[in-house]
């Protein structure tokens, strides 16, 4: 297992992938989501792609006690854990990789998404 399919939103327009591993999604606009806090991705998405890690990721940002911080690698280390890693720099935590397995809904305000977690 490599990445989950859900770390992108469905409103994704196109992408590019290099021989390089560098990849580029591209939105039709900065959008909204929420995984366990609410995340905010950019109208161009790029990090490098590896079997289990997008590294030096641009265009995402994610919620943490009221600061919007910059998402710098998604890493899976072990599938079997179930767990996945999101490091911002400043702050690390892991999430369950059920929350990525399927893409989420995308928003142009926040007020549009749904916090229901049943």
Request: hydrophobic content about 40%; some cysteine.
């Amino acid at each position: 297992m490599g990445l989950p399919a859900g770390l992108l939103p469905k409103e994704v327009k196109s992408y590019n992938f290099s021989d390089s591993g560098l990849l580029e999604v591209f939105l039709e606009g900065p959008c909204f989501t929420k995984f366990d806090t609410m995340a905010l991705y950019d109208t161009n998405f790029r990090a490098n792609l590896s079997h289990r890690s997008l590294t030096a990721v641009q265009g995402l940002s994610q919620e943490e006690l009221f600061l919007w911080l910059p998402v710098k690698d998604i890493i899976v280390d072990d599938p079997s854990s179930g767990l996945i890693l999101i490091d911002m720099g400043v702050a690390h935590k892991q999430l369950s990789l059920s929350i990525f397995e399927e893409p989420p809904d995308c928003s142009t305000t926040t007020s549009e998404l749904s916090w229901d977690t049943a």
